[in-house]
T-cell receptor
Framework: NAGVTQTPKFQVLKTGQSMTLQCAQD?????MSWYRQDPGMGLRLIHY???????DQGEVPNGYNVSRSTTEDFPLRLLSAAPSQTSVYFC???????????????FGAGSRLTVL | GDSVTQMEGPVTLSEEAFLTINCTYT??????LFWYVQYPGEGLQLLLK?????DKGSNKGFEATYRKETTSFHLEKGSVQVSDSAVYFC????????????FGTGTQLKVEL
């Protein structure tokens, strides 16, 4: 089925470890983004990309890196994990600004990360 | 900046009760408004949207009307079911601002028999 695929679904890290959350979409969407979801705070935008080779920071980018080498993939990297990064992470994509699906995000199922 | 304020939950209702979840916003430009729903263990799904003042979005028996004069987008359903139990998020994006959404904190709805 077409959609947004995130891996892994669950991950436990120790402080200082690094890891990459993977995100892939097969809808040829130009726009991709990463959000984190924390209790009482809703979803906050970490990084986003409007197309291959273009990325930009969202509301809470510190401690995270992204790249967009292809239209399909948008990995999120934690270089040195901290307990404050314990959260549920969602990848989301949508069509480009001029497309019919602009502004309507399709979300992945989420990745639950715990940093000890 | 842009922000969305939702009523706090959890909201607990009996099946067939009337539902209202309040949502108000502040925006630096002209917003489009959305309601997303998150079922347990899943990602968010678009429930409905409205792109200009006085528009009414509707889906699966849920409705919300874009009220520019009160900067509100309240979600309503006339008769809730147990299957409507989920977390509901109000969100906005600014026209011309790309696809970046600003979300409210979410309202958990529990519907009991």
């Amino acid at each position: 089925n077409a959609g947004v695929t995130q891996t892994p679904k669950f991950q436990v890290l120790k402080t200082g470890q690094s890891m990459t959350l993977q995100c892939a979409q097969d809808m040829n969407h130009e726009y991709m983004s990463w959000y984190r979801q924390d209790p009482g705070m809703g979803l906050r935008l970490i990084h986003y990309s409007v197309g291959a080779g273009i990325t930009d920071q969202g509301e809470v980018p510190n401690g995270y890196n992204v790249s967009r080498s292809t239209t399909e993939d948008f990995p999120l990297r934690l270089l040195s994990a901290a307990p404050s990064q314990t959260s549920v992470y969602f990848c989301a994509s949508s069509g480009g600004f001029l497309s019919a699906g602009a502004n309507v995000l399709t979300f992945g199922a989420g990745s639950r990360l715990t940093v000890l | 900046g842009d922000s969305v304020t939702q009523m706090e939950g959890p909201v607990t209702l009996s099946e067939e009760a009337f539902l209202t979840i309040n949502c108000t916003y502040t925006a630096t430009g002209y917003p489009s408004l959305f309601w997303y729903v998150q079922y347990p263990g899943e990602g968010l799904q678009l429930l409905l949207k409205a792109t200009k003042a006085d528009d009414k979005g509707s889906n699966k028996g849920f409705e919300a009307t874009y009220r520019k004069e009160t900067t509100s987008f309240h979600l309503e359903k006339g008769s809730v079911q147990v299957s409507d139990s989920a977390v509901y998020f109000c969100a906005l994006t600014i026209t011309g601002g790309g696809n970046k959404l600003t979300f409210g904190t979410g309202t958990q709805l529990k519907v009991e028999l």
